[in-house]
């Protein structure tokens, strides 16, 4: 089953929405650590759940650190998308193509609608061009 086509602003925006939950559960994770960590002083010394809430507060923060990692990927990606957006929008310009290629590459299961500029992107009352560029990165 095809999906509906996505646009490059619709693209940036799920990617971006995939990084803040991989961000939340990194933060719960986090979280997790701290309370687990409480609850490994609070049960008794000699009980197995020491033993178990002490090693899963030691396990979360690592697994918080390769989710911001994996988190990273997306954020990087939407930004050049974001990026590329506005050069389009500045300049009057298509996206190149090159450019365009390298934005399907990240998605090969997504079927991505043509990005040609289309006036504007962003709302500006400076003339085409590097002031304009200037005024909304």
Known sequence: MRTKPKDFLQL???????????WGVGVAANIA???????ALAVPPDSGWTILFGLLALLLPATSV??????????????????????????????????QAKVRRWVPKQSLMEAPYVAPYFSSKLPAGPPRLERIS
Request: aromatic share 10%; charged share 15%.
């Open 33 to 39: 650590a701290f309370v687990l960590g409480l609850l």
């Open 12 to 22: 940036k925006a799920s990617l971006f929405s995939s990084a803040a939950v991989l």
């Open 66 to 99: 390769v989710l911001r990692e994996w988190a990273a990927v997306p954020t990087d990606r939407a930004t050049k998308i974001n990026e590329l957006v506005l050069y389009a929008d500045s300049f009057e310009q298509p996206i190149p193509a090159p450019q």
